[in-house]
Nanobody, 122 residues
Framework: QVQLVESGGGLVQPGGSLRLSCAAS????????MGWFRQAPGKEREFVAG????????YYLDSVKGRFTISRDIAKRTVYLQMNSLKPEDTAVYYC???????????????WGQGTQVTVSS
């Protein structure tokens, strides 16, 4: 089992930036592909970004390509989502997820964090 705790959410103006962090504990961090999902009120949860166990392969939702960057720090057991040029439509609860021996691509994930709210508004 792995426990995931997100942080870094908050209120930001359009065009601003935020960096989300997800701290993992439990199983060996390097054995898990990591992902970020988001869910806005009245909408389905959607895949935002993923990264494989090595950290060298990444995947993104089309609407965030060029604006968001996912990365991982094995030593710190943490995955990050750097979000730049934020738009109001990015407003959602963002969830960290892990998949044992996963690829980082969209698919089934084994573990989930509690979520952190990101609000982009003037």
């Amino acid at each position: 089992q792995v426990q995931l705790v997100e942080s870094g959410g908050g209120l930001v103006q359009p065009g601003g930036s935020l960096r989300l962090s997800c701290a993992a504990s439990g199983r060996t961090f390097s054995s898990f592909a990591m992902g970020w999902f988001r869910q806005a009120p009245g909408k389905e949860r959607e895949f935002v970004a993923g990264i494989n166990t090595s950290g060298f392969s990444t995947y993104y939702l089309d609407s965030v390509k060029g604006r968001f960057t996912i990365s991982r720090d094995i030593a710190k057991r943490t995955v990050y989502l750097q979000m730049n040029s934020l738009k109001p439509e990015d407003t959602a609860v963002y969830y960290c997820a892990a998949k044992l021996y996963g690829t980082g691509a969209k698919g089934d994930y084994d573990y989930w964090g509690q979520g952190t709210q990101v609000t982009v508004s003037s």
